[in-house]
Structure formats: C-alpha cells, structure tokens
C-alpha cells in the first residue's frame, strides 16, 4: 500500500540522533527525505568508533560508511553531500531546499542563516514551506548558544534528577531522553504542518527546544511545583500510588521482573499466584495503605519468592492471573521479542559493510497504510546524481563539473 | 494547526498526552470521563492537601487545553451518546484493554459504521494483536519490556526507572503525529482508520539502535554515574551535575577549559595543568591515576553550587549539565526569556498555576496552551446541549447516572 506521505519532499540539515529520528514516521510513510550531508564535517554519528568494526582506510582517513548507529537511525533515505563552505554549495542546498514541501534541522542556532538557509530566505523561494528547528535550547533566549548534547539535556530538563536512586547519584534515564522526546514532538508539527497546508497553502516555521520538550512532557512535576513547592526526586521503582511497584531479581545473573500489584485486584490475584502464603494474610499487608506503609517488608517478601523463578515464566503466570509483570529485557532481548516480532518492529536490511542490519519502525501502527522501511540507509553522497537531476535538473556535465571541483563533497 | 478537527478522548494517563498535545496545537478536544469524575486521573496529590477531585494536581497539569463531559460507557444509553458524539468527531483517543469496546458494542466497526471518517487511535501497552497484546502494563513493565530499564540505573542494584512515566511521554507524541498522519490521508481518501499504538514498541525505539549495535560492540549494562571508566555524575554542594571525562578530540578543548577554570581558583595541581589533553585517553590510564584525576575535578565540584558551575561553564563554553530540581526548571533564566511557562485562568484563585505552555515556539502562536484542566462534567451542557439534548433531557440522563 502506498505510504501517507508519497511524494512529500523532505531536505534534512543537522546531525546526531535528535535530527534524523524526527523524519522516520514520513520516511515509513513514503516521503522522499533527503539529507544533506558534508564530507568535511561529517555527521559525528559516522565517526562514532565500534570495537568490532575496522574504521580506519588504509590511507588513514575514517571509514563514513562503518558506522552503524548512524545506519540504524537513517534507513529510507537518501543523501547528498554539499560543501556548506562554499558559495556554489550553499546555493545548490538553497534550491534543493527550496524544491522540497519539509526541512528540518537540528544546527546550532545561527548555522542555517550563516548558510542563507533560514527560514526567512527560504521562504522567498518557497512561501508554503514547512519548516522545523529542532536545536537544544530553541532558536532564541540568552543561552540559546549553550553548546550540549542531549546527556546534558536530560540532567537540564530535569529527567536526572527523577532518574535512580534517592541515596545515590542523579543518573537520568538511559540513552538521551530529550534527543527522543524532542523529535517525536517535531513529527507531530511536521504531519500537522503538512494537513494543514494541504488544506490551506500556507506553510509554517516552528521553534522546537529539545529541552522544551522534555520540560513540556514533566508537567506534573512544573505544577506540583508550582502548587506546593514540592520537588519531585528520584524514588527507585516506587510508585506513590502504591505497592507492590518494583523490580525483584530472579534466577540466573542480572534477570528481573517489573511488577505493578497496586490495585486490590491485581493484589489478590499476586497472593493466589504467590499459593496464598500465610506472611500476606498479616495485618502489615492487609490494606493497600498497609501494603505501602510496609513497603520494604513487602519487597522483601515478594523478593524471597521470585528469587527462585525464571523471569518470563513467571510474568506469563503472572499476566494469566491478571497481574501486571514482565522480565526486565535488555536491548538485544528486543529482537527476540515476540510481541515486536509480531507488530514488524525490526526490519532486517543488508548495509553495505555492515552486513545485515536491525532497523527499526516507530510504534504506531495505520491499519490502512501500515508503512515500511523503505530502504537501507544512504552512503554519504550516494544520492547526488539522481536528486540533484531529478530535483533540480542538474545536467550531466554540470554535475561532473561541481563533483569534479569539490563542490558535492 | 488543527483548528478544524474535533477529538474525544477517553483515555487514561498513558495516553493523555496525545490529547494534550492535539489541543495545545488547536484541537477542540473533549474528555469524557465517567460520571463523578475519574478518580484514577483525579488522584493525589492535591493542592493545599485536600483530597478533592477538583483539585488533583496530576489532573490540572496532565488535561490542559481541552473542555470536559461525564459519561457512563457502562449503560447502554452513555454507549449510545458516545455512538452520536463518535459521528461528530474526527479523532477518538483511548486506552482500553483489546476487545473491551467490542464486548461492549463498540468495536471498531461499530465505530466505523457511525463514522467512517473518523480516526480510531487505540493507545495499549503492547499493541492490539499478537502473543502479548492481552499483557497489562503501567509505566514500570513498559519500560522494562521495552529495553530501557536494563540499562537504567546502578549495577549493585535492580534496573530502574523515572519516578515520571517516560513511555507514556514517548507514546503520547508518537500517537498524536500518527493521527496527523492519518487526518492527512483523510484528506485524499475521505476515510478515517485505526493508529495501533504500543507503548513497550515506543519505548523500544528510543533505544538509539542499541539491539542492533551489540554486533559491533560488547553489549552495555547499566553502569549508575559512569560511563566505561569515567565519570559522568558528580556531586556538587547542592545537587549534582552531568560532566563527562571522556577521551577523545571532542572533549579535548572542553576539558583543557575545565582545567584552566580550576587553575584560576587555585584547584588545579601542577600535574593536572601539565596534561595533554588532545592526547588524554582514560582508558591508558591505571586505576590510581584515573582516582587521582577524578578526585582533583570531583574536589573542584563538590565545593560549588549547581548554579555556579552551570554559570561557569555557560561563559568558558564547558560540556557541563547541572541535574535540575523543579525549582531550579521554574527558575531557569533560559527558559523564563522564552516564556515557557503561563499562569492559566481559573475561577479558583487558587488554581492558577504555572504550567508549560508549549512544546513549540513561533510567531503565530500555533502551539500553546488554551485553557486550564476541566472540572468533572463542566462541559457538559455545552457538548450535549450541540446534540440538541436540552436541560430537562440532561437532568433525566443524570438521574439515571448516565451523565
């Protein structure tokens, strides 16, 4: 079926995960996304070193193409590599740009109107473009320059301090949240942008703040806050609305189950899968409040138990009972996973170099049009010829010409 | 943005945030609770400690932009006033278990039938088929299903997770951008369809390709405040701040700007100062060289404040990340100047509250905040009065404990 989103043009400007996680739902949904890349100042994920692979050319120079998180996070689309330093370069983005329906970016505020590539000249060459910034602090503000990345994202927005231990260090969530959040929330504005174009012919330009966002989803924590002073800290795996809510080890290294029993029912049925021991029949467990008042005594006991079990068997016995439960799985347990197995989740394409590789979909799903991955991910520049043809109407030898004088690199 | 489009959401916090999203950017977006108020969103903490469903803190600040109406899905009458809001909706949000609005005579052809143009978007821990899609999960099994928790936390200690549900924070977008995307199919097809949305495969994606990298590297492990050998979390006077030690060009000026700082407050030893640091790698170093390193930086931080560092490194252009409290995100300078946050209106003085106003920012105003959370049934006049119910047919159905 064909994807929602055929035959919308997209250029992409940036680098890193934040940037190219925000096109995928289009990539999945048909869109021809572009990206523009530069061989001078090559996306840092190409240059991310991996102990499996041999990164290095025998002349010495880093090998662009073995770089596996870079693949992992950009399949289904294509590149073109310019040089942004010069002249003919910035003028050939322009036109691609301003030849595309989308454009995002994640640069450093400033970047694309040094390139004369802002949103304000773009929009000379294209009025109903839709157009999204996506950089750490947003496009304005008096530390607009602050030079982050998203760990420093995640500890500025206040995800650190909610993450780990309340005895231990502010440890924020793994991998970098606001470079997660942050792109969905730009997929939201550029589908919506793209509707409410299609409806109307206008085009807009919006500001996204990684952090924003991430602010912006912990809007509990602002208001209650704002109501009370509170501050909300780390609390391990503890829940305030109840207990049991944690993690108890299981047999085997480093093997876990989550637990969630904090409603009434979902207690009972954990006492009968627990064969109704006598330790949960005393007063310290008899009421959720109690439960919660002895909520080490209970971890311990629910510990004791689930020591001995297989952490898979027991969540299924526990969900068969109706309680909320599941192993604790790492990253490569995903792949074996048979519930993401089912929904298509990873998609298995050969990378040159790389061999096969896991990529990825999102996690929704349009029943009449569920999309796809389309296509492995670009060498840098792969695409030059063809975009730049089919786009702009390049002639063969003017292509020659710029490839010849450094300009496409 | 979505000025014209009209949703009904009936879903539970982990997926109220798709809804949330939709009305900040224009949406008209009406939540229906059961008569009496849902007291799961309606919980505690309240303010000024009362337990009063009016002033739950977690329902003010999670069902901004969006009008309010009670419903009993339980009685064949609420289903039937569903059916008739259903036909004049373009989107329908909720989290119900798969099958549930079946048994109840509102599966999805049910809804179909009344209107094919409207978007179904169904938001359920595993998604609505396959071998799990019966499984129940909150936020803790989510996250742990969904590779996260795994790598989340200290390794002498259990996986663990945010105190605030991050895999909902991931769905709710996920799902709004879905729904955009199919109102804009809508446009060429004249139908509407079902978004399948799975908060353990959201969570999942948010992993940065790690169950794909574990071929080219050794797979990690949650490793608490470090990062390989270095450390990334320190303790300062009053919090703690993100500063990582890593080797590599990238860091090299960062940490040779770290190190003049401390020399200019007489905390940098000759040996520090003497360090090459476009040479620095932390793994050629022994243990008690790399405890020497980190004690000479960790000295430096602990006798600072968040804020102090934060001010520090903003002005040398330093990699440096203070992990910020609630009261220092309120007060942040940065985002005060770009006026992320509003007092909304309410008629208790009490409850006008700082929110976040906006995910994103433009001239037009497209996306911000509307209006503050509803009370339980506030709308309902105005909702069911546009079906042509009138006051004395909304008195019978309150009696009755359908509204």
Redesign the interface.
């Known amino acids: 079926m064909a994807g ?2 055929e035959g919308v043009r997209v250029v992409e400007f940036g680098a890193g ?1 934040a940037g190219p ?1 925000a096109t995928r ?1 289009l990539v999945e ?1 048909g869109a021809d996304v572009v990206r523009v890349e530069s061989a001078r100042h090559p996306d ?1 994920l190409r240059l991310l070193p ?4 041999a990164q290095r050319r025998p002349e010495g120079g880093p090998d662009l193409e073995a770089a ?2 870079f693949a ?2 950009n399949p289904g689309k294509r590149s073109v590599a310019l040089d942004l330093s010069r002249p003919e370069g910035r003028a050939l983005a322009f036109r691609l740009a301003t030849a595309a329906d989308v454009v995002t970016e994640n640069f450093s505020p400033g970047v694309m109107a040094r390139f004369g590539l802002d949103y304000e000249s773009l929009r000379r060459g294209r009025p109903d473009l839709v157009m ?1 910034s996506g950089c750490l ?8 320059h ?4 998203g ?15 309340p005895d ?10 606001t ?3 942050s792109p ?2 730009i ?10 174009r ?2 109307t012919g206008r085009g ?6 990684q ?3 991430g ?23 503890r ?3 109840g207990a049991p ?5 299981c047999r085997g290294e ?1 093997r ?5 029993a904090t409603g009434e029912a979902e207690w009972a049925a954990l006492v009968d899968v627990l064969g109704r021991p006598a330790w949960a029949r005393e007063e310290g467990f008899a009421s959720a409040a109690a439960r919660k008042a002895n909520e080490d005594e209970l971890d311990a006991r629910i510990a004791a138990w689930t020591r001995g079990e297989d952490a898979l068997e027991l969540a299924e016995r526990l ?1 068969r009972a ?14 074996g ?4 197995a ?2 298509g ?2 998609v298995r394409l050969a990378q040159p170099g ?2 096969e ?13 569920p999309g796809q991955v389309p296509a492995r991910a670009p060498r840098l520049g792969e695409h030059a010829r063809e975009v730049l043809c089919g786009w702009l109407g390049l002639a063969e030898a003017e292509l020659e010409r710029l490839a010849r004088e450094g300009v496409l690199g | 943005v979505f000025a014209d489009v009209r949703v009904l959401d009936l879903s539970d916090e982990s997926g109220c945030l798709a809804g949330r999203i939709l009305g900040d950017l224009g949406a008209d977006v009406v939540r229906i609770e059961a008569p009496g108020g849902d007291p799961a969103a309606r919980r505690g903490p309240y303010l000024s400690g009362v337990a009063d469903p009016e002033r739950s803190l977690p329902w003010l600040a999670l069902h901004t932009s969006q009008r309010g109406i009670t419903l009993a899905l339980a009685r064949p009458r609420g289903r039937e006033l569903l059916l008739r809001l259903v036909e004049g909706a373009d989107v329908l949000i909720e989290t119900a278990p798969p099958g549930a609005w079946e048994a109840l005579g509102l599966g999805d052809a049910a809804l179909e039938a009344r209107n094919p143009r409207l978007v179904h978007c169904a938001i359920t821990p595993f998604g609505r088929s396959g071998p799990r899609a019966h499984w129940r999960a909150g936020d803790l099994v989510a996250v742990a299903m969904g590779g996260n928790a795994a790598m989340t936390g200290d390794p002498d200690r259990p996986p663990v997770r945010c105190t605030l549900p991050t895999s909902f924070f991931h769905a709710g977008p996920e799902a709004a951008a879905a729904i955009a995307a199919a109102l804009y199919a809508r446009e060429a097809t004249g139908r509407g369809q079902l978004v399948d949305v799975s908060l353990q495969e959201c969570q999942a994606g948010t992993l940065l390709g790690a169950p794909g990298l574990e071929r080219f590297r050794a797979p990690g492990r949650r490793s608490g405040a470090r990062l390989g050998r270095t450390r990334e979390i320190w303790r300062t006077r009053d919090g703690w701040v993100s500063f990582g030690l890593r080797g590599g060009p990238a860091r090299a000026a960062n940490l040779a700007a770290t190190v003049a700082w401390m020399a200019e407050c007489g905390q940098a030893p000759a040996w520090l100062r003497a360090t090459d640091w476009a040479r620095y790698d932390p793994n050629a170093l022994s243990a008690d060289e790399l405890a020497r390193l980190e004690e000479a930086f960790a000295a430096f931080f602990a006798g600072r404040s968040m804020r102090e560092l934060y001010a520090g490194a903003l002005e040398r252009r330093i990699l440096l990340a203070p992990c910020n409290d609630a009261r220092e995100i309120a007060e942040h300078p940065q985002l005060r100047a770009r006026e992320l946050f509003v007092s909304l209106e309410s008629p208790d003085p009490a409850l006008r509250l700082e929110h976040p106003a906006r995910f994103a920012a433009d001239s037009l105003g497209a996306c911000g905040v509307r209006r503050r959370a509803p009370r339980v049934g506030e709308h309902n006049a105005e909702v069911y009065g546009a079906l042509g119910l009138g006051a004395a047919e909304l008195e019978k159905l309150a009696a009755d404990g359908v509204v």
Do not use: C, K
Request: charged residues 20%.
């Open positions: 929602v989103f995960a996680v739902l949904q840092f991996f102990p499996g692979l596996p998180m992992l996070l999204v602090f947003g496009q304005t503000g008096p530390q607009r602050y030079p982050g990345f760990g420093q994202g995640s500890a500025i927005a206040g995800f650190n301090h909610l993450t780990g231990w231990r260090e502010a440890v924020g969530p793994y991998a970098t949240i470079d997660s959040l969905r929330y997929a939201v504005l550029l589908a919506g942008a793209l509707r409410e299609r409806r807009r330009y919006l500001d996204v703040s952090i924003e966002t602010v912006y989803s912990l809007a509990e924590l602002v208001v209650r806050h704002a109501a009370s002073g509170e501050s909300l800290g780390r609390q391990g795996n829940d305030e609305r809510h944690a993690i108890y080890p480093d876990w189950i989550a637990l969630e969900q109706g309680v909320p439960a599941g192993p604790v799985q790492t990253p490569g347990e995903l792949l996973d048979p519930q993401l089912h929904r989740h990873f790389l061999g590789l896991p990529f990825e979909r999102g996690g929704a799903r349009l029943a009449a049009s």
